[in-house]
Nanobody, 119 residues
Framework: QVQLVESGGGLVQAGGSLRLSCTSS????????MQWYRQAPGQQREYVAA???????KYSESVKGRFTISRDNTKNMVFLQMNSLKPENTGVYYC?????????????WGQGIQVTVSS
C-alpha cells in the first residue's frame, strides 16, 4: 500500500521560508519520480516542482529560483525548500508519485499540508 505523508507546513510572513517534507512507503522510492503540487482555495491543483529518480529537477515558472526540490533515497523522503515566500504561494501542498499497476499508471497523493503566507 502506497502512503505519502507531508509535514512542515504552517504560517509564515511574506519573504520567509518553509521546508516541506514527504515521507513515502509502499514504493521503490529510489526509482520513483516525485512531484509537489499546490491547491489554492477555490482553484485547481497545480504543479510546483518535480524531481526524477536520478535527481534532475524541474519547476513551475512562478517558483523557479525561490523553491528547491530535493530527495533523500536513504530515508524515502522528498523535500521542498521554499524561500522568499509570497502570499500567492498560500495553499495546500501535496506530494505526488505514480507507479504502474497491472499495466496502468496509478497516481498517489498525500493528504496535503497547509501553507499560509501572510502579507
Amino acid at each position: 500500500q502506497v502512503q505519502l505523508v507531508e509535514s512542515g507546513g504552517g504560517l509564515v510572513q511574506a519573504g520567509g521560508s518553509l521546508r516541506l517534507s514527504c515521507t513515502s512507503s509502499g514504493i521503490i522510492f529510489s526509482i520513483a519520480a516525485m512531484q509537489w503540487y499546490r491547491q489554492a482555495p477555490g482553484q485547481q491543483r497545480e504543479y510546483v516542482a518535480a524531481i526524477t529518480s536520478d535527481g534532475r529537477t524541474k519547476y513551475s515558472e512562478s517558483v523557479k529560483g525561490r523553491f528547491t526540490i530535493s530527495r533523500d533515497n536513504t530515508k524515502n523522503m522528498v523535500f521542498l525548500q521554499m524561500n522568499s515566500l509570497k502570499p500567492e504561494n498560500t495553499g495546500v501542498y501535496y506530494c505526488n508519485t505514480d507507479k504502474v499497476v497491472l499495466g496502468n499508471k496509478v497516481d498517489y497523493w498525500g493528504q496535503g499540508i497547509q501553507v499560509t503566507v501572510s502579507s
